[in-house]
Antibody, heavy 119, light 103 residues
Framework: EVQLVESGGGLVQPGGSLRLSCTAS????????MSWVRQAPGKGLEWVANIEGDGSKTNYVGSVRGRFSISRDNARNSLSLQMNSLRAEDTAVYYC????????????WGQGTLVTVSS | EIVLTQSPATLSLSPGEGATLSCRAS??????LDWYQQKPGQAPRLLIYDAFNRATGIPARFSGSGSGTDFTLTISSLEPEDFAVYYCQYSITFGPGTKVDIK
């Protein structure tokens, strides 16, 4: 059974940093692109970043490029999102997803972790 | 950049009725359009991928159709657990969602 479990969310002040983690199980982690998708309170879904199976390629939405960094540790079946220079508009539930196909289908989702950026 | 538009924003129906949700792309996406369901307090769940393929475990009452710029998600007969928000997606772009609520 595919499982994705996020952790690391919490309350952080504007300008601060936070590191999210996602632990994967039930599949060969290194074979899949992985992504982060977020959802602000009461809003829709927003794709944030993705990373290729071997970690060699990454992509970011414009609003986080230069502030967020996605990475993975295939030996530990772990995905991370380092978030720096956080802003109020980064407040959201962050989901880790396993990507399938060539067009970023998020086939499996974690339960999400809440990040709140507030003073 | 492709923009996805979903209509209607809200659909009020009764259990047992059929539902038709629309997703329109600003330019052709061929058949690369996915649908997700999200219930309150839960993560989204993949329903349909590549326009018409049901994901694993998805009931047959859910079906997808369309290609190019116009797509439809059809729920043949609404079950109580189907009242939720539905999103379409192409690549890294999500639509704004359609809420299906109980009339």
């Amino acid at each position: 059974e595919v499982q994705l479990v996020e952790s690391g969310g919490g309350l952080v002040q504007p300008g601060g940093s936070l590191r999210l983690s996602c632990t994967a199980s039930g599949f060969t982690f290194s074979k899949y692109w992985m992504s982060w998708v977020r959802q602000a309170p009461g809003k829709g879904l927003e794709w944030v970043a993705n990373i290729e199976g071997d970690g060699s390629k990454t992509n970011y939405v414009g609003s986080v490029r230069g502030r967020f960094s996605i990475s993975r540790d295939n030996a530990r079946n772990s995905l991370s999102l380092q978030m720096n220079s956080l802003r109020a508009e980064d407040t959201a539930v962050y989901y880790c997803t396993r990507v399938s196909g060539a067009y970023d289908t998020s086939e499996y989702w974690g339960q999400g972790t809440l990040v709140t950026v507030s003073s | 950049e492709i923009v996805l538009t979903q209509s209607p924003a809200t659909l009020s129906l009764s259990p047992g009725e059929g539902a038709t949700l629309s997703c329109r792309a600003s330019q052709s996406v061929s058949s690369h359009l996915d649908w997700y369901q999200q219930k309150p307090g839960q993560a989204p769940r993949l329903l349909i991928y590549d326009a018409f393929n049901r994901a694993t475990g998805i009931p047959a009452r859910f079906s997808g159709s369309g290609s190019g710029t116009d797509f439809t998600l059809t729920i043949s007969s609404l079950e109580p657990e189907d009242f939720a928000v539905y999103y379409c997606q192409y690549s890294i772009t999500f639509g704004p969602g359609t809420k299906v609520d109980i009339k």
